[in-house]
């Protein structure tokens, strides 16, 4: 299992990067570096301490949203992370596991992906407010394919306006760290989506 799933993370962070590297090669001449194109540089101080401020309240926000509603048994499922970490056990293979998906396969191929390639065009083109609020429309409804997923919970309006909401205002909050205290690294949007992931993995796999 921890064989495939490094495989599987490889596999899907190269793919973010070709997204990302199609998306700049077709930017023009203003696009400077890639790195800096897609935020990988350093973030500010400060920038780090608020995401990791703003991760005391969206952490436990987005796990009480997958906790404490149909959305636990779907999330557990077999085919999902935690579901197959549930049927593994726990252990040592495991703890790997969970690092390295929370913080490789479903945190930093995302954040490259939403935060720096579509988020940053959006806010280029648009500006922060309705650039911002568009990525963060875009990045909430994905989440909304749980509903027309094999094996998904029935369709419910105010489960599905609670996923926007929070996914979505999550997604903002992200990209107005890196944009607007991060010097435009998505390292604080990274630190808030690992910190998510790695937090509710394990409780929702183990209790």
Same mark, same amino acid.
């Given at each position: 299992?921890?064989? &495939?799933?490094?495989?599987?993370?490889?596999? &899907?962070?190269?793919?973010?990067?070709?997204?990302?590297?199609?998306?700049?090669?077709?930017? +023009?001449?203003?696009?400077?570096? /890639?790195?800096?194109?897609?935020?990988?540089?350093?973030?500010?101080?400060?920038?780090?301490?608020?995401?990791?401020?703003?991760?005391?309240?969206?952490?436990?926000?987005?796990?009480?949203? /997958?906790?404490?509603? *149909?959305?636990?048994?779907?999330?557990?499922?077999?085919?999902?992370?935690?579901?197959?970490?549930?049927?593994?056990?726990?252990?040592?293979?495991?703890?790997?596991?969970?690092?390295?998906?929370?913080?490789?396969?479903?945190?930093?191929?995302?954040?490259?992906? /939403?935060?720096?390639?579509?988020?940053?065009?959006?806010?280029?083109?648009?500006?922060?407010?309705? +650039?911002?609020?568009?990525?963060?429309?875009?990045?909430?409804?994905?989440?909304?394919?749980? /509903?027309?997923?094999?094996?998904? *919970?029935?369709?419910?309006?105010?489960?599905?306006?609670?996923?926007?909401?929070?996914?979505?205002?999550?997604?903002?909050?992200?990209?107005?760290?890196?944009?607007?205290?991060?010097?435009?690294?998505?390292?604080?949007?990274?630190?808030?989506?690992?910190?998510?992931?790695?937090?509710?993995?394990?409780?929702?796999?183990?209790?």
């Amino acid at each position: 299992m921890l064989l &495939q799933e490094i495989i599987n993370t490889l596999i &899907q962070l190269i793919m973010a990067f070709v997204i990302a590297g199609l998306a700049y090669a077709l930017a +023009g001449k203003s696009r400077g570096r /890639f790195a800096e194109y897609i935020g990988l540089i350093r973030p500010t101080g400060a920038s780090v301490k608020l995401a990791a401020l703003a991760a005391l309240v969206l952490v436990p926000v987005s796990l009480a949203l /997958f906790y404490f509603t *149909p959305l636990k048994a779907i999330s557990t499922a077999e085919n999902t992370v935690t579901g197959a970490l549930r049927n593994h056990g726990f252990g040592g293979e495991a703890v790997l596991l969970i690092v390295i998906v929370a913080l490789i396969k479903t945190s930093f191929t995302e954040e490259i992906i /939403f935060r720096g390639v579509v988020a940053k065009r959006l806010i280029r083109w648009w500006g922060l407010g309705i +650039g911002n609020t568009v990525h963060a429309t875009l990045f909430a409804g994905v989440h909304l394919v749980i /509903f027309v997923a094999p094996g998904g *919970p029935a369709f419910n309006p105010v489960l599905a306006l609670a996923i926007l909401v929070i996914t979505g205002t999550g997604a903002w909050v992200q990209a107005w760290l890196n944009e607007r205290r991060g010097n435009g690294s998505i390292g604080p949007g990274w630190l808030i989506h690992a910190a998510t992931n790695l937090i509710s993995y394990p409780i929702l796999a183990y209790l």
